[in-house]
């Protein structure tokens, strides 16, 4: 309700921090495959949300 | 034409190791482009600007895979041209439903996820031309081609809502549906069958590569900044 962003900026914002963490990672990171989408809590909830799903990406792909 | 005028252009092709594919990918190549090729198994053109990617489009997991490999090679795509299809043409009674599916999933789900790859690359850019393939049979809706037929009407949907979607990146989404030109996929089916059909239309001839590549380089075209969400059939369907 009070979303400063309308829904094609949020879809910006998701492929940019995709892309920019991809980069950052030297290896491909999704945030909008069906795992990500299918997460009991969505990580597109909030920023504190993403961050966390991220975090677990991270850490998968750096094993 | 100018003989340069993909020059600075990357292109993703595929299905390009044969028939209309490999003839659009040889004429971005002609003309200045860079090529990137798409295709379940090794290339068959060779050529200094040619890269070649083996991908099955019908899985989406290739499809990722593919574009992570193809940004080895190139950060920014500016033409797509989703040519790859598969095609079984039976009464749908007794179509084997692993047949259908694979349809769905090569000429549906394919371009789609190109399409949506290849859009994450040139919003960077903020230009982008992506140009379906589609099908006389998406209108002229034959017998036996029930889900070939459902699926090329379907890219024409595909284009005309990701036009909506993408418009604001300046990148535009079309279709072109061809009629019969000579290749492997025509051969798969009965000749007396196309014949029949060619002969009902005003254009009552074959196609050749150079009416597909005409209206790819429309739709290609810088000055076609406007012209999106549009299916041209070739011969004179509608």
């Not at chain 2, 993408?166 to 025509?186: H, P, Q, R, Y």
Request: charged letters at 20%.
């Amino acid at each position: 309700m009070d979303a400063e962003l309308d829904s094609l900026s949020l879809v910006s914002v998701i492929v940019d921090v995709e892309g920019d963490i991809s980069d950052l990672l030297s290896h491909s990171i999704s945030l909008t495959d069906d795992r990500a989408m299918s997460q009991e809590i969505s990580p597109f909830s909030n920023v504190k949300s993403l961050l966390a799903y991220i975090m677990i990406l991270a850490a998968e792909g750096a094993r | 034409m100018n003989a340069k005028m993909y020059q600075d252009k990357v292109v993703l092709v595929t299905g390009s190791r044969r028939g209309v594919g490999k003839a659009i990918a040889e004429h971005f190549l002609l003309n200045g482009a860079t090529v990137l090729g798409y295709a379940r198994q090794e290339a068959t053109i060779e050529h200094p600007q040619y890269h070649h990617f083996m991908v099955d489009v019908g899985d989406p997991d290739s499809v990722v895979r593919g574009f992570a490999a193809l940004k080895k090679v190139t950060d920014s795509i500016q033409i797509v041209v989703n040519n790859a299809a598969v095609l079984t043409s039976q009464y749908s009674m007794i179509m084997p439903p692993a047949a259908a599916q694979a349809m769905v999933n090569v000429n549906l789900m394919g371009p789609f996820m190109v399409s949506r790859e290849a859009a994450k690359l040139m919003r960077k850019r903020k230009w982008g031309r992506i140009i379906n393939i589609g099908s006389m049979a998406a209108s002229l809706e034959p017998i036996g081609d029930s889900m070939y037929a459902a699926c090329k009407a379907g890219l024409s949907t595909l284009a005309n809502v990701m036009a909506k979607e993408f418009a604001s990146m300046n990148v535009t989404c079309n279709t072109l549906g061809i009629n019969a030109i000579e290749s492997d996929m025509l051969s798969q089916l009965p000749r007396d069958k196309i014949e029949e059909i060619i002969s009902g239309l005003p254009i009552a001839r074959f196609s050749v590569s150079d009416d597909i590549l005409n209206v790819i380089d429309f739709y290609a075209s810088e000055r076609s900044s406007s012209i999106t969400a549009q299916t041209v059939f070739l011969g004179g369907v509608n």
